[in-house]
């Protein structure tokens, strides 16, 4: 089995400019984040550009359903900043693809200690091999649906509706 992993963005993939206490982006963490996991299933990542998800639009969610469409891939992990992961995986879910696509991010940025990143793409990263086909969330050491999932911004989790 081979596993694609989108880089989109997000938190996730924010780097701390501590000279002017920002977050930005520069390179993705992800090469390393799969590395520091210990992946030992083929991976192929893609890089789309990286955003925050509150800048992405539509034609940025249409990327993202282009690079599935366009994956020889059956499983698809979406590295996706948290405030907009539910309206992307509700555009993947009308879709209806024949493949199952695994929607992960952070709360907290992969460099920053205590950072919730790796944890999460390890865990999406297990799901979507053995997740029938369909969209879904996968945060917080939990599986939503992709119709049946909100951000708690009050807790800093995801539930469900």
Same mark, same amino acid.
């Given at each position: 089995?081979?596993?694609?992993? *989108?880089?989109?963005?997000?938190?996730?993939?924010?780097?701390? /400019?501590?000279?002017?206490?920002? +977050?930005?982006?520069?390179?993705?963490?992800?090469?390393?984040?799969? $590395? &520091?996991? !210990?992946? %030992?299933v083929q991976v192929? +990542?893609?890089? =789309?550009? +990286?955003?925050?998800? =509150?800048?992405?639009?539509?034609?940025?969610?249409? !990327?993202?359903?282009?690079?599935?469409?366009?994956?020889?891939?059956?499983?698809?992990?979406?590295?996706?900043?948290?405030?907009?992961?539910?309206? %992307?995986?509700? #555009?993947?879910?009308?879709?209806?693809?024949?493949? %199952? #696509?695994? =929607?992960?991010?952070?709360?907290?940025?992969?460099?920053?200690?205590?950072?919730?990143?790796?944890?999460? *793409?390890?865990? $999406?990263c297990g799901v979507?091999?053995? +997740?029938?086909?369909?969209?879904?969330?996968?945060?917080?050491?939990?599986?939503?649906?992709?119709?049946?999932v909100q951000k /708690? &911004?009050?807790?800093?989790?995801?539930?469900?509706?």
């Amino acid at each position: 089995m081979t596993l694609r992993i *989108l880089a989109t963005g997000g938190t996730f993939d924010k780097h701390y /400019n501590a000279l002017k206490g920002t +977050l930005g982006f520069g390179a993705s963490h992800l090469p390393d984040a799969i $590395a &520091r996991a !210990r992946i %030992t299933v083929q991976v192929e +990542l893609e890089q =789309l550009p +990286l955003l925050d998800s =509150l800048d992405m639009g539509d034609a940025d969610r249409e !990327r993202v359903l282009a690079s599935c469409l366009a994956s020889a891939e059956k499983a698809i992990v979406i590295v996706h900043g948290t405030d907009t992961m539910p309206e %992307t995986a509700a #555009l993947l879910g009308a879709a209806k693809l024949d493949r %199952t #696509l695994v =929607l992960t991010g952070a709360m907290i940025p992969y460099e920053i200690a205590h950072s919730d990143a790796l944890f999460n *793409l390890g865990f $999406a990263c297990g799901v979507a091999q053995v +997740l029938p086909a369909g969209v879904y969330v996968a945060m917080n050491g939990q599986i939503f649906a992709w119709d049946n999932v909100q951000k /708690n &911004r009050a807790a800093g989790v995801f539930q469900p509706l």
